[in-house]
């Protein structure tokens, strides 16, 4: 604010520049080390996820690549063709690293698309409960009260017991026991941006409902929206983890962390550790970064510690 | 009182009765029990007579009608694999899962409570910080990794703990027990502290902000006011005004731990619900999880309907008649 003085900027410039919430926002949430360093490790770990195939020393997937003799090496060992596997091998001989960053891939899409797809619902739902009132609003909040009252994990395993394995159908479940936070959330924030006088406005210029609920009272919704969004992420992550570790989740050729980890569990018992543990750190390790940012985003978003 | 409760007992049979539906159309609709059952050598009038046994030749809205008709009995039809009925399958599994779930809740208490006491008390030192950075890490820690490393550290390492079973049990009220013995308790001790850990986590957070809240009550300051020692404030007057809100989250948690007892039994190879469940997922044992889930369903019913009316009798405040 120091370089920019009155005499070249004009003065509503000035308020519109520095002020904007967004602006705020961003220097708000820079102000913490610890959420700084949570989306730090959390942008290392998605670039990592993202460059997979270019980064890692072996293509997991390619059977090309393996060889059995080079089974369950330990950490740091150098295997038949001279790589050095820095955190062991599976029992196919695939180098661990490899396959946790191939893994990690799997766990943030599954994680962060069942979570969109989610919000993308649960806002709609949300959205339609509070604007519609009445019986669309009670049908729906009946709903969501339904799905809250169960446990995600069973109702998770319910709809993948129905539907069987596979990537598609753990985003699936996701979905569909995710939903209700979002339509919960927004639905709260709704009802009070709905009696605003600028959504008043829309409705006497006759606007399109369509138009009023997602161009002028969702973008109001949004910030408890991205917490709850934040946070649900890391739990679709670890509840895909779990799932895949029960053998009702991924299938088998597209291993994510949980079940690398379900793979080194036979393993654990004569000792050879490396296999379930390091998925389990670099789950551990995202799921936490997530969740350190997901907490200092409350705090920032929540007006009412606002000083 | 007696018309909001006979209307959530029928808002109950209600849920029970769309949810068996849902399950039934879920389970019955996809996959086909046949394949696997019947061995791919039986000629057709071997599968034939099987399906006939079966009563999988039927229309499914008649397999319905049977299948809640025999419900409403308390048959929940047999498994397929066990040839046993199935709600004796799953009732004959019932007492280990509700003794690894109270037992992980007993420790949750017991080491949730003095940590978030202290953490409250003092939030400013280094020992509450570390607290409630271990509280953020057991929100975090997938619970099935967890229960890894503890066999790997106690079971296979250091050798102190059996990792599978449930041990040795002793008969009490017709049932067995592990608690009842000592290779029982060994056997329940990494299981129980395996599921306890997201619990831990709560009770401590609850704990702190309960403490914190409490302790800038006029009351709290008129305690101290009257010259009572810190020991008898904390003790008696904040302690038993934070153990409502505490207990009651506890208590409501005991049916996402029942729930949750899934992951940990299949680690732990712990012989309960939760592990037959799974089980019987991966060989489509049907009719055990229709009856599996529809325990379930009618448990968290109960569960709910019983906090409900706790609510109202702990806090005044909460009207049952509500919104109507």
Redesign the interface.
Known sequence: MSDITADTVPVVALVVKDETPFRRFVSEFFASKIATSGLIVFTIIAVLAILAPWITPQNPYDLAQLDIMDGRLEPGSVGGSGMTHWLGTDDQGRDMLSGIIYGLRISLTVGIGSAFIASLVGASLGLLAAYGGGRTDSLIMRLVD?QL???T??AA????????KGVGNVVIALVIVEWAYYARTVRGSALVERRREYIEAAQCLALPTRRILFRHLLPNCLPPLIVVGTIQV?RAI?LE??LS????GVPITEPSL?LL?AN??EY????K?WI??YP?IA??VT??SI??MG?HLRDVLNPRLKK | MTVYLLRRLLQALLVMLAMSLIVFVGVYAIGDPVEILISPDADQMERERAIKALGLDLPLWQQYLTFLFRAVQGDLGRSFVFNEPALQLILQKMPATLELAVGATFMAVLIGLPLGLYAGLKPDSAGSKAIMAGSILGFSLPTFWVGLMLIMVFAVQLGWLPSTGRGETAQFLGLRWSFLTRDGIAHLIMPAVNLSLFKISLVVRLTRSGVRETMLMDYVKFARAKGLSPRRVTYVHVFKNILIPVVTVVGLELGSTIAFSVVTESIFAWPGMGKLIIDSINVLDRPVIVAYLMIIVMMFIVINLAVDLLYSTLDPRVRLEGKS
């Open positions: 339904l009252s169960f446990p994990i069973l395993l319910m709809i993948l017991a129905f539907l069987g890391a670890a983890a779990t570790f029960l053998g009702l949980g980890i080194g569990y654990m018992l004569s000792g550790y379930s543990f389990g789950l551990l799921i936490v969740n350190l907490d």
